[in-house]
């Protein structure tokens, strides 16, 4: 059903359902969604909880991923999301959007835009993506102090800090910060960037306890694993950050560019999703049927008396 009928909607807070998801058996699985479309396709698929990625989302907009997008920015992402899917949603904070304040003010306007958790990075700005070089880390210190920050603003967030640390600083530094973090608050952790299979199951076992995250995004410094093989390294969650807009950017780049040579649509028409295929995604004919269930015509009866 549309997400307009409240008996419909998910009584739990987000966050909480997060967590329960994140207790069951197996590794949870998290693909990135850049809009409410690609969440309902992923809903259609079988996922039960989604991930929206800064880099996903500031690309969409035509952007770098330099931590130039704002709190208002990806709240309407959130909102989107969220309300077309109904999942529980895991939102990239970036570096927090600032120093505690900022970041407290980021958890309770995700929150209420609907995000389940929310994991924020041991950066600073101008940010870059975990996968390229040269980033600057913030002071183990300053870090744990947004943590902190984070976990005090929230009413049910799940809160998971990430550190880019092991470039700079080795395993034993991203592992030592990691630590710092949970001890001010962090719910769980995402060690990103590491780039064999070794590095994930030394930093798994140096966090015995401690739910981590992994990141399998393409084109980066991590080799291919499937969820299952994160799952034996030690891992409870996995996301698939942009993968779901670079499919998108590849199809709409083919489309133009057959639009330009051909003059048309003709010669792709068995690559694009059918108008019967959007409706049934959207819901569209339950839209209709529940607009239609609630405003009913009133026929007029008999006629209204002349005033003077």
Known sequence: MPYLVAADLPCAPAGRRFREMLARPGILQLPGVHNGMA??????????????????????????????????????FVRQISRASGLPLLVDGDTGYGEALNVMHMVRAF????????????QILPKKCGHLNDKKLASPHDMAAKVAAAAKARRHLFIIARTDAAASEGLDGAVARARQYIAAGADAIF????????????????????????NMTEFGRTPFFTASEFEVMGYRM????????????????????????????????????????????????EFEALDSSIIETVVPQGMPQRRQ
């Open 111 to 122: 929150e209420d835009a609907g995000a389940a958790a929310v994991h924020i990075e041991d």
């Open 39 to 76: 969440a309902l396709q992923a809903r259609a698929a079988g996922f039960d909880a989604l991930y929206l990625s800064g880099a996903a989302m500031s690309a969409s907009m035509g952007l770098p991923d330099l931590g130039v997008i704002t709190v208002e920015d990806v709240s309407f």
């Open 191 to 214: 060690p990103e960037a590491l780039h064999d299979a070794e590095m994930f199951r030394a930093f798994a076992r140096a966090m015995p306890g401690v739910p981590l995250l992994a």
């Open 238 to 285: 996995v996301i698939w950050p942009v993968s779901s807009l670079r499919v998108a950017n590849k199809a709409q780049s083919d489309l133009y560019a057959a639009i330009r040579r051909d003059g048309g649509t003709q010669n792709m028409l068995d690559r694009m999703q059918t108008r019967a295929e959007l409706y049934q995604t959207i819901g569209y004919h």
